[in-house]
């Protein structure tokens, strides 16, 4: 994602100026833009990835806060990457919640800048695998997805095994998340005035299935038409 916000930036003419990075989690993104001469402000709820973040990219702003409230500072681009806007670590986050927030982006944004972003939709459902493990050295994740229809969303418990010495500690998260509708939302941006563009990968990365990326562009009100 870095890779494909830093091309689109440059390809817009965006060489300088900040980027609001909304579920920053461990600062990955915001230390690549750093490093090609941004500034960066990230908004995240976690505690523990602030932390990790605070440390990788320590010239950036950081604050802990819900992106759902947040206030979003003038910015070239915003991005919410990894299905940040589903998430419901904040029980607010709703319709008019996303609506909210997808206002405010608009509202930060300078004419011509970039808003990136993906969502999971309902067909994660169908195509995320029922049972899944991850495994490296020194650690394995056993994710287990399940889903409600009402309102549609996919529960997701993990079950991580982390090596420590000659024993594993057990970490369980489960995390739950709200189904958005990439129609629906489409409709929305466009409604806001914006220009987007759907995707699937990140440059050679696929997202994972049944998620979708939008490539957005806040109308340059300095150009004709
Ligand atoms: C899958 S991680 C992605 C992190 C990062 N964007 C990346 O691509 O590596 C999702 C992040 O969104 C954050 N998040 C989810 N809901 C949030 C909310 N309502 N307000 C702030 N952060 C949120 C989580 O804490 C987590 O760090």
């Avoid at 409230?69 to 681009?77: D, G, L, N, R, T």
């Avoid at 919410?80 to 997808?102: H, K, P, Q, T």
Wanted: glycine share 8%; with cysteine; charged share 25%.
């Amino acid at each position: 994602a870095a890779d494909m916000l830093i091309s689109t930036l440059k390809a817009s003419g965006l060489t300088r100026g900040r980027v609001t990075d909304l579920g920053c989690g461990s600062g990955i993104l915001a230390r690549k833009l750093l490093d090609q001469g941004y500034a960066v402000e990230g908004i995240d709820q976690s505690v523990a990835m602030l932390a990790l973040a605070k440390s990788r990219a320590p010239e950036a702003v950081f604050r802990r806060e819900t992106l759902f409230e947040c206030e979003i500072p003038p910015s070239i681009a915003v991005c919410a990457i990894g299905e940040c806007f589903n998430y419901r670590f904040d029980r607010n986050n709703d319709e008019a919640a996303l609506d909210r927030v997808l206002h405010r982006v608009y509202q930060s944004l300078e004419g011509g800048g970039i808003f990136l972003f993906d969502i999971a939709t309902p067909d994660r459902i169908v195509k995320a695998p029922s049972k899944n493990f991850f495994q490296t050295q020194n650690w394995t994740t056993l994710v287990e997805n399940r889903h409600s229809e009402t309102p549609l969303m996919m529960t997701r418990k993990i079950s991580s095994f982390i090596r420590a010495g000659g024993y594993y500690e057990r970490v369980d998260e489960t995390h739950h998340l709200r189904l958005i509708d990439p129609d629906t939302l489409a409709h929305r941006i466009n409604t806001l005035g914006f220009e987007f563009e759907m995707f699937e990968c990140y440059g050679p990365t696929p997202l994972p299935a049944g998620c979708v990326g939008f490539c957005a562009y806040k109308h340059n009100s300095s150009e004709p038409g």
